[in-house]
T-cell receptor
Framework: EAGVTQFPSHSVIEKGQTVTLRCDPI?????LYWYRRVMGKEIKFLLH????????ESGMPNNRFLAERTGGTYSTLKVQPAELEDSGVYFC???????????????FGAGSRLTVL | GQNIDQPTEMTATEGAIVQINCTYQ??????LFWYQQHAGEAPTFLSY??LDGLEEKGRFSSFLSRSKGYSYLLLKELQMKDSASYLC??????????WGAGTKLIIKP
């Protein structure tokens, strides 16, 4: 089965520009998560979709970040306008919805590295 | 607040055994995960513990003590390809994953 794919793998933009990151989860995975890892720090949760609905967006840093998952398939994360502190690796992960959510193993994409200059 | 602690970096020799510790303080507990991440690649699932005790999977084992808020990942017969970051993550009462900063494991010949 195809894994979680993310595009682009690396994006370099200037402060104030806009970037859109895309995530294609594993087919049939209703759960989709966005995470961010800043250099040397831990992975931080951004938000969680169940199908097309935002289940939890408590980790979104501010209103410059907009995530969508139209149709419950792929998801996009837009940063507009980008700031220097937005630099990091943005990971997407997906999983099935299980009866025992605690055993919910996430499959991660390789990440999209964002560098804001 | 919620906190996951693991060593920043460890070094071990090829063929040896290494234990990576993880301590946690979280709002509730619904299991602890270990992921492996090679540089520039996706984190990949290694193990899941929700009950106390040792889970063995080939060369890798993971241990959990819920009363102590403690886990370790044990890697045996180390190979050069085991050089990677090892991430500890706890699922809290809201089923949200709380991540440690990761332990970079360096394997020397």
């Amino acid at each position: 089965e195809a894994g979680v794919t993310q595009f682009p793998s690396h994006s370099v933009i200037e402060k104030g520009q806009t970037v859109t990151l895309r995530c294609d989860p594993i087919s049939g995975h209703d759960n989709l998560y966005w995470y961010r890892r800043v250099m040397g720090k831990e992975i931080k949760f951004l938000l969680h979709f169940v199908k097309e609905s935002k289940q939890d967006e408590s980790g979104m840093p501010n209103n410059r970040f907009l995530a969508e998952r139209t149709g419950g398939t792929y998801s996009t994360l837009k940063v507009q306008p980008a700031e220097l502190e937005d630099s990091g690796v943005y990971f997407c992960a997906s999983s099935q919805i299980l009866k025992q959510p605690g055993a919910n193993v996430l499959t991660f994409g390789a990440g999209s590295r964002l560098t804001v200059l | 607040g919620q906190n996951i602690d693991q060593p920043t970096e460890m070094t071990a020799t090829e063929g040896a055994i290494v234990q990576i510790n993880c301590t946690y303080q979280t709002s509730g507990f619904n299991g602890l995960f270990w992921y492996q991440q090679h540089a520039g690649e996706a984190p990949t699932f290694l193990s899941y513990n929700v009950l106390d005790g040792l889970e063995e999977k080939g060369r890798f084992s993971s241990f959990l003590s819920r009363s102590k808020g403690y886990s370790y990942l044990l890697l045996k017969e180390l190979q050069m390809k085991d050089s990677a970051s090892y991430l500890c993550a706890v699922m809290d009462s809201n089923y949200q994953l709380i991540w440690g900063a990761g332990t970079k494991l360096i394997i020397k010949p």
